[in-house]
């Protein structure tokens, strides 16, 4: 029988999420990581420069979907945990793609579930019993709901209204299911809309930053009233270590930032942060940048989280207010204007790959592309 190592197995951790989870991890000296990601448009390994030549950490580009390397790796570094970040995550991306949703975020998952039940199965009796499969995913598996309906809670059926939300669903299901057929120790989480450093110009909030600092058209689909539960990634991943210590297998977190926003309301923040962190040189609020654009496809209303099983059994709950937690992502985003280039122009790809190919090589790990 295998014995495992103090070493976690992390995948997506290059992405937003992810990135952040390791950087934090890291700080907190919370043992040696194996990073496993494709760094596709959505990893940046830029992200986690502050790591390098940390002998604590390993990174691998590949893909979840490569069973052979996905086993390779549990086999070499004998992990005690996987905690499964990758995925694709950008619900507009999912309209116009479906494809590539279904392949990384179901079939992803199944690899990775596949290959951790036989490695799984070689470890001794106490070592099983400390093994952890960790997927994180999200509220959108619950649908949508109306302004007076409860929130979201880990009896809440799933509803998906999205290709995106559909794919993160049956990735969900497939990890229920690995637990009570092949009683693999598996956690899920279910988070609300994360926020903070490293997120993508994509994504709602750094676009508006960036935008409004730019002066360019500040997009709000519809009406603006669609409301998100808007959750700091630090608090986020203060959470994930919470379930990683101490969730129970088989149970499902629901993680949420209590703190419900229009998007219009969110924007409009923004615009007021951006003007007093950089104002502009007529001193014109960026407000007036604001546009009203049509609504996307099957555009859910509204998301909310109820977190008091988290609360209640780990004892976690959310230390940043919205207010204090946009304030810092703003200016960190106003300071990084050399991340943001490279996110922008995908000009971090040329650097991945003069540094990561000859590694994987050292490292004899097959990489897929």
Partial sequence: MKRISNRILVTGG???????????????????????????????????????????????????CDAELVGELLRRFEPRAILHFAAESHVDRSIASPERFIRTNVLGTFTLLEQARVYWATLD????????????????????????????????????????????????????????????????????????????????????ILNALEGKPLPVYGDGKNVRDWLFVEDHCAAIRAVLANGRPGQTYNVGGHSERTNIDVVTAICDLVDEMRPRPNSAPRRGLI??????????????????????????RPAEAFESGLRKTVRWYLEHGKWVEGARTGAYRDWIEKNYSERAQMLGLATGE
């Avoid at 598996?186 to 994360?194: D, E, F, G, K, L």
Wanted: glycine share 10%; hydrophobic share 35%; with cysteine.
């Fill in 14 to 64: 290059a992405g937003f999420i992810g990135s952040n989870f390791l950087l934090g991890w890291m700080k907190a000296g919370g043992g040696p990581a194996v990073n496993l990601d494709l760094l596709t448009y959505a990893g940046n390994a830029a992200n986690l420069a502050s790591l390098e030549g940390d002998e604590r950490y390993t990174f691998v580009r590949g893909d979840v």
């Fill in 125 to 208: 009796e106490a070592d099983r019993t400390r093994f952890r499969f960790l997927h994180v995913s999200t509220d959108e598996v619950y649908g949508t709901l109306g302004p007076e309906d409860a929130a979201f809670s880990e009896e809440t059926a799933y509803a998906p209204n999205s290709p995106y939300a559909a794919s993160k669903a049956g990735a969900d299901h497939l990890a229920r299911a690995y637990l009570h057929t092949f009683k693999l120790p598996v956690v899920t989480t279910n988070c609300s809309n994360n926020y903070g450093p490293y997120q993508l110009p994509e994504k709602l909030i750094p676009l508006t």
């Fill in 291 to 316: 546009t009203y654009v049509s609504d996307r496809p099957g555009h859910d209303r509204r998301y909310a989280i109820n977190a008091k099983k988290i609360q209640r059994e780990l004892g976690w």
